[in-house]
Antibody, heavy 120, light 110 residues
């Protein structure tokens, strides 16, 4: 069955960096697009970034452009999110999600999330 | 990239039907048939309930249905059950590999 396990969350000071990982199993990782979606405490879901199956196309929500980088290593079945210049408003549970397609169409399976807290 | 608009809460009695609306713009909901709906119980990961406006993932109850008219998509839950009590969020493709989620709706089963 599809499994997505996020890691790398924690408490970090404003302005610092953090890298999240998402280990995938139960499907052919290299065939599917992937997403990062976040949820601030008590708030709704917010799409953060997506990457095509081969890494050739990536896009981001405006608030993280220039600060966050999504990437993938298909040889390790792992998705990453490099987060730089973190701000208090980046505090959230970060979910990775598989897409139904190799390109990008719809997030379907989700991991359990990893909490990122940006605080001094 | 403003969030899609959903009612904050919707409630119904067991067995009743409820409908949750999701209003976007001509740049997202109105332009693409890539609207999806997610159910999320407290402390849990979201679960895909509807994709491409009205399609159900394999094995999902047919009590859940989706539709779209113009810039507004809707999720209907018929035969409401206690286990349907959860938060529901819509999501739309917004072009150039970007997406926008709704503000979320809390469904309460009375």
């Amino acid at each position: 069955q599809v499994q997505l396990v996020e890691s790398g969350g924690g408490v970090v000071q404003p302005g610092r960096s953090l890298r999240l990982s998402c280990a995938a199993s139960g499907f052919t990782f290299s065939s599917y697009g992937m997403h990062w979606v976040r949820q601030a405490p008590g708030k709704g879901l917010e799409w953060v970034a997506a990457i095509w199956y081969d890494g050739s196309n990536k896009d981001y929500t405006d608030s993280v452009k220039g600060r966050f980088t999504i990437s993938r290593d298909n040889s390790k079945n792992t998705l990453y999110l490099q987060m730089n210049s973190l701000r208090a408003e980046d505090t959230a549970v970060y979910y990775c999600a598989r897409d139904v397609a190799g390109t990008i169409a719809t997030p379907d399976y989700w991991g359990q999330g990893t909490l990122v807290t940006v605080s001094s | 990239q403003s969030a899609l608009t959903q009612p904050a809460s919707v409630s119904g009695s067991p067995g009743q039907s409820i409908t949750i609306s999701c209003t976007g713009t001509s740049s997202d909901v109105g332009s693409y048939n890539l609207v999806s709906w997610y159910q999320q119980h407290p402390g849990k990961a979201p679960k895909l309930m509807i994709y491409e406006v009205s399609k159900r993932p394999s094995g999902l109850s047919n009590r859940f249905s989706g539709s779209k008219s113009g810039n507004t998509a809707s999720l209907t839950i018929s035969g409401l059950q206690a286990e349907d009590e959860a938060d529901y969020s819509c999501c739309s493709y917004a072009g150039s590999s970007t997406f926008v989620f709704g503000s979320g709706t809390k469904v309460t089963v009375l």
